[in-house]
Each structure stands twice: as C-alpha cells, then as structure tokens.
C-alpha cells in the first residue's frame, strides 16, 4: 500500500471524527460543575488591619450592647453629676443664666397694676 | 466575559478560570476538548463508541479534579488528556473488560454532508478497513500513528504524551506506516485503493 493510500485513509478518517452526542457532553458538564471549586468569598477588610488592642476594644464595645449604647454614656453620666452634687456645688451654672448684680426680680409691678384697672 | 471571547482564551488560562468557579471556563473547555479525545478514544478501541465516550468522559472528570492543582507551563492540557486517554484505553484493552462489538460498528453518521449513497458506502469501508488495520498494530504503534496522522499532533507533543523520547516516536510512527506492513496489507483490497470508483 503506498504513502499516498495511507494518507487517503487517514484524511477520511479525519473528517469522519466521531462528533460527541449531545448526553455526552451533558454528562461531561455536570461532572465539571460536581467538582468545580467554589469562588472564594472576599475577606473583611477589617478583620485582616485591626491591630490587637482595636479587637479588644471592639469586642468590650459589642459586649456591652455595640457602639449606639456606648455613645449614650457621657449624657448618663452627666445626669448622674447633677442629681447628687448639693446646690452650692451648682452657683456657677446658677451664674451663668442670671444676670450679676440682681438681688430680686418683681414679675407684677405695682405701677402697671394702677394702669390696667384704668 | 461572553462565550465567543472565551474561545479565544488557552487551554491553561481556561482551566486556571474553571478552578476560580468560573462555569462558562468548564464549558468553553468541554467543546474544545470533549470532541478531540472522543475521536482519539474511539480510534484505539477499534471504533468502539460507547466504550470511548466513557473513556472521555472519564479523562474529563480526572482534569476537572485536578484543576485546583494545576501548574501552567509544565504540561499543556490538551496532551495531558490525551496522555488519561492513552493510559485508560490501554487498561481497558488489557483487562479485556471491552464490550464484544464489530469494529466500525459506530462510525459517525456524516448523511448530511455525503456526497452520495456510493462515496459514503466507500467512505465506510475505508474506515472499517483502517480500524482493523489499526487494531493488528502494537499498543504503542497504534497510539502513535493515530496521534500523528489522524488527530494531527506534533512530534514532540506524541513524545509528551506517550513518554517517550522524540525519536522513539519518530520510530513507532515509522514503523506504523511502514509500506504495506502486515496489518495494511490485508487492507489493501479494490475498495480501499478506491478501484470501485
């Protein structure tokens, strides 16, 4: 059989290549999403730069109730600071809503009095 | 990325994508790689067609699994598959767990671009021929002439995929073709010289 022959029979056979059916490949597919690995989910920034004292921290502010009712603590405290300190501890806040000097104020003078009875 | 922009993307990068959970990879890599060892598969058995689409899709799950672990560079895919292919056609022919059927019992079915009933009909003997011409070759002979003559390989990728020097493989496939080696010479009958045209 000569060369020429040969490559005759290998050229049908090479446009005669089995095409694979349509269950094949459904199979073959299925296999590669059966063993496909899962895309990995993208990490916290956070977790990954917090350093070691910023953890502590964060967990101490989650633990007593995250970081809303923190931030309601200085007015807590405030209220706290008014409630038992005595009144004379207070003159200073008293001074600053009333004006210096004044002893007493009259609401009703009697001049005004004499003008409405008219 | 759309379907027809894939196609253009290798073999490695495609893999690497499928190993990122990339689904439209593991389909671009299925119609590109699927049709390739089927015909490879079906040429070492004989013409066997159930027996080469198990073999297929079985060299396919192997790559499917090994993706996560795939080193780019040190081996392309495509030889690499046919190298499962290789080795898994060569167990089955071993172990003799081949289901009894008469070669070229499944040639493709090519009636929408046949010519005609006569050219068909010698078509099919041509390859009915070759498959059993094939089959009277020695394991390593056979893997290399239809990796070079039919599925069109190069030297050095047969080389890669049988694991053999190049002139090993320039050897078995001199030796294959040898002018009318035995298991030719039984098939050069008029039909395969085309006499009956």
Known sequence: MSDQILEDLFGVARAAAPAPSAGLMARVLADAYEAQPLPAPAAPAAAVTRPGWRLLLAAMVD??????????????????????????????????????????????????LFLTEG | MPFDAMTAVSDDDLLALYAKGDRLAARVLTE??????????????????????????????RLWRIAPEWRAG???VSTWVYRVVTNLCTDRLRSGRRRARPMGDDLPDAADEAPGAETRMLDDARLT???AALGQLPDRQREAVVLRHIEGLSNPEIAEVLGVGVEAVESLTARGKRPCPRPWRGSARPWIRGELR
């Open chain 1, 63 to 112: 633990g007593l109730g995250g970081a809303g009712a923190v931030a309601g603590w200085p007015a807590a405290a405030a209220g706290l600071f008014f409630g038992y300190a005595s009144p004379e501890a207070l003159d200073w806040l008293a001074g600053a809503v009333s004006p210096s000097g004044a002893d007493s104020y009259e609401l009703l003078s009697a001049a005004d």
């Open chain 2, 74 to 76: 040190e081996a392309r």
């Open chain 2, 32 to 61: 590109r790689l699927v049709p390739r060892v089927l015909g490879y598969a079906s040429r070492i058995l004989g013409g066997d067609r159930a027996e080469a689409e198990d073999v297929a899709q079985e060299a396919m799950l």
């Open chain 2, 129 to 131: 021929a070759l498959n």
